[in-house]
């Protein structure tokens, strides 16, 4: 499209520079943007330092900020729809990228361009969720003819740190709510795929967003650490692993949070199931995008009527799921990230086999494709034995999961609750009081029934309990996060 040929400069490779806020910049270290394809370099993008940063912090901070907030509530909305006309336009250019640059299929890369226009478009109701209150001060004999005026107030700078599995939707996503609540934002996109987010600043600011407020930076996240200690940053949205999330809560400090952490989510098979139809949802929950979704299925939890058919459907179902080039019209599964995380799989596979484990389908590389394409991985496991799994203690981000044979209903929700995280859950049958206790019961952040967790749009808010996170990302639900309410305090006296 005209507009990312406009910005990305030709050359060997493409070079994509970085918005500072105002101006397009390449100043700094080349960073190598590899294809997870065949992990060849596929574009050049820089970093700039440290202090540069602080810099484009300075100018979003001391200009930026007030520009967001001067730009009406109804224009800041336009200037989202505009947005969302120009990806409609660098529709195939994204796609593209999102193929070569995070590995994804071409229905996956579609999916994730067509969410984003959507959420560009649906900023006009969140919105709707920067009221205020009016308290009346008769409540005691201090407060008699006084009272308030409570109202949610932008934060000022937001940091936003994007994972690699939706370097686009999360840039949106995380743009849109800041600003339609009167903040600036400050984008650290994750460093394997950072040019989504560079072709989204084009097209905002090609848009109408005012340039100060909005700075797209390409760091190392250690380096991004020292931006977020800074005092000029409010808040911060991230978007990435527990473990990298504490981490950023150790550096920034006292600031607020929206915290979108690691997950892995179990689903619960009661024995009134429909086993095909549950096997055929469980089955595209664990290998959409390589299972490199905070909310894909890891562990199936099913009762002993329905367990041996289903374990056969979905080992069956497994097996025909084509791994492949993301490029290719066939494939369903394309490669992971790095070699690092295939090589994980493969541990945890050794891992649950040595603690009894027996491998129903996968556990190993697809090596003619690459060192980093694996096959879909099932392994039953004893319920006695599953706490004792690596896979279970820590998130694997990849089309890995256990399948248990449970006792009873409780037996399926104690182990899904001893997991230090609680994103999401799935529970698959038409038993009413059954679903309602679990519904209940299990400590996550949302809970589908007879569908596999996916977030989408964020239409319903999501985010998760315990270490999966802080906060809520959904259509209006986030304002509450970026924003701190603010008493003003009249006294008639
Ligand atoms: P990651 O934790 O490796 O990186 C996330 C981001 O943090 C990257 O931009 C990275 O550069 C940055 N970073 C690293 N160190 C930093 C530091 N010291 N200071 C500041 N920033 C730093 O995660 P990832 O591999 O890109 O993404 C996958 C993870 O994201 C999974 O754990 C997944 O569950 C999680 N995730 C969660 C949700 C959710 O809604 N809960 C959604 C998507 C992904």
């Not at 270290?29 to 590899?34: A, M, N, Q, S, Y």
């Not at 007030?66 to 336009?89: N, Q, S, W, Y």
């Not at 686009?168 to 400050?186: C, M, Q, R, T």
């Not at 795929?193 to 989204?200: S, V």
């Amino acid at each position: 499209s005209e507009a990312v040929k406009e910005f990305v400069r030709q050359g060997e490779v493409p070079a994509f520079p970085y918005f500072a806020a105002g101006q397009w910049s390449l100043e700094g270290d080349r960073l190598e943007v590899r294809s997870p394809i065949d992990l060849g370099t596929a574009a050049v993008t820089a970093r700039p330092s440290v202090q540069t940063a602080l810099s484009i912090l300075e100018r979003v901070y001391s200009i930026g900020r007030r520009k967001i907030r001067e730009t009406p509530g109804e224009e800041r909305v336009e200037i989202f729809e505009r947005t969302a006309d120009a990806l409609e336009r660098m529709k195939e250019d994204l796609v593209n990228i999102l193929m070569i640059n995070a590995g994804k299929t071409r229905k996956a890369a579609e999916g994730e361009v067509a969410a984003s226009i959507e959420r560009l478009r649906l900023a006009k109701l969140d919105v709707r969720r920067i009221y205020g209150d009016f308290v009346p001060g008769d409540w005691s004999a201090d407060t008699l003819e006084t009272e308030a005026i409570v109202k949610k107030e932008p934060l000022g700078v937001v940091a936003a740190i994007l994972p690699f599995n939706y370097p686009l939707f999360d840039a949106v996503n995380k743009i849109v709510y800041s600003a339609i609540a009167g903040n600036a934002v400050i984008v650290k996109p994750a460093e394997a795929d950072p040019l989504p987010a560079l072709a989204l600043a084009k097209a905002l600011v090609d848009s109408g967003f005012p340039p100060e407020a909005l700075a797209v930076v390409p760091m190392r996240g250690r380096d991004m650490g020292e931006v977020l200690a800074d005092r000029r940053v409010a808040a911060v949205s991230f978007t990435g692993s527990t473990e990298t999330g504490l981490q950023v809560i150790k550096e920034a400090g006292v600031k607020q949070y929206v915290m979108e952490l690691g997950g892995g989510d179990p689903a619960i098979v009661l024995s009134d199931a429909d086993v095909k139809q549950t096997a055929s949802k469980i089955v595209t929950g664990i290998t959409s995008y390589s299972g490199q979704r905070c909310d894909s299925i890891k562990y199936i939890l099913a009762e002993p009527e329905v367990y041996d058919e289903l374990k056969e459907e979905v080992t069956e179902q497994l097996s025909k799921v084509r791994v492949g080039d993301p490029r290719d019209e066939g494939t369903d599964m394309g490669p992971l990230i790095d070699v690092r995380t295939a090589d994980e799989v493969i541990e945890a596979t050794k891992d649950a086999v040595s603690k009894g484990g027996k491998v129903l389908h996968g556990g190993e590389k697809v090596e003619e494709l690459g060192p980093n394409y694996i096959k879909p991985t099932l392994i039953e496991v004893e319920a006695s034995r599953l706490p004792d799994l690596y896979m279970y203690n820590k998130e694997v981000f990849a089309s890995l999961a256990a399948i248990v044979k449970v006792n009873s209903l409780d037996e399926a929700i104690a182990l899904a609750n001893g997991r230090r995280y609680g994103l999401d859950a799935a529970i698959f049958g038409s038993d009413v009081s059954k679903i309602r206790k679990a519904a209940r019961l299990l400590e996550v952040g949302a809970v589908y029934i007879n569908d596999y967790p996916k977030h989408g749009i964020g239409y319903y808010p999501f985010g998760g309990m315990k270490d999966s996170g802080i906060g809520r990302e959904g259509i209006g639900y986030t304002i509450d996060f970026v924003t701190a309410y603010k008493s003003i305090i009249y006294n008639y006296k």
